[in-house]
């Protein structure tokens, strides 16, 4: 993610049983929201983590914010939610956000502002490892977002919400995109994409990158979930 006119060399990612990652090349513009959307095994957490750095066998340069992914610089600019809540169990809510925070050097009053922005102010005494699903992986959104990030890389954060929590949680995202962030959100639910200004579609080892309405009107689709069904050529 860089300078839209900066033209990005070529990555590859290459694991013992595949290449995942064939000759990716894209550039994402800052202040939007960009869906990573592709099948289940496709290499969606893969590219997150090339994205955050914490990937190994990468081959090419991978470039965020101006900085080589993954760089010291870079770690309260860009954070990271993984797919498996990362949450530390034996802790209340309010600790964990407490360890990260004092990591941070943040104030308590933004401990506060994130757990209720995600409705967890009423679990905050709560021990994670009593929290339903749902609720721990709002737990690891709410660390990803304390220190203001710049880039905030979220994978699948809405699996396991209701739907009600899941409009909640695109509101929350589009407000932070109007407050500046950038935001990268794979799903495997192709609704989602239609909140997104941008698409990256990966299969086989293909990355395509483009726009919600370059991706509509090149397949003629009305829905992002025809269009994905059209890209992939099925
Ligand atoms: N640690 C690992 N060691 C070896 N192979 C792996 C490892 N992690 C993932 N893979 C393989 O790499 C490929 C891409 O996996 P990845 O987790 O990136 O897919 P994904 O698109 O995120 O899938 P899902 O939608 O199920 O989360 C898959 O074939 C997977 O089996
Ligand atoms: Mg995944």
Redesign the pocket.
Known sequence: MQDSRNQNPAVVMD????R?IDNASFTIPRGSITALV??????????MRMIVGTQANVRGEVRVLGQRAGHPDLRSRVTYAT?AASVFEDLTVRENLDYIRNIYRLPSTRRDEILERLELQNHANTICGRLSGGQRSRVSLAIALLPHPELVVL??PTVGLDPLLRRSLWELFHELVADGASLIV?S?ILDEADECEHVLF?DEGRVKHATRNEVLASTGADSMEDAFLAVMGR
Do not use: C, F
């Open positions: 694991r013992a049983s595949a995942i592709g099948p289940s095994g496709s290499g969606k957490t893969t590219l797919q994978d699948e794979s495997h990966i």
